[in-house]
């Protein structure tokens, strides 16, 4: 989940003048990060070998 805090430093490491769609795509970036962190923790993973054998089937 984000919070305050880390919206805050993301925000911070923004140099001085940027624009509202360099926030929003830190931002957007920042709440994938913590949503793959939240899958890892409930186990939604998988393996190398898992990813492989279904990029196979998308590539062919």
């Known amino acids: 989940m984000l919070t305050k805090e880390k ?4 925000i ?3 140099p001085d003048n940027f624009t509202v769609d360099q926030v929003i ?3 957007v970036v920042l ?8 899958d890892i923790e409930q186990g939604r993973v998988f393996t190398t070998d898992q990813v492989k ?4 089937t998308w590539l062919k």
């Open 7 to 10: 919206v805050r430093k993301t």
């Open 12 to 14: 911070d490491r923004l």
């Open 25 to 27: 795509e830190e931002l």
């Open 31 to 38: 709440n994938k990060i913590e949503e793959g962190l939240k």
């Open 53 to 56: 054998k279904e990029l196979k």
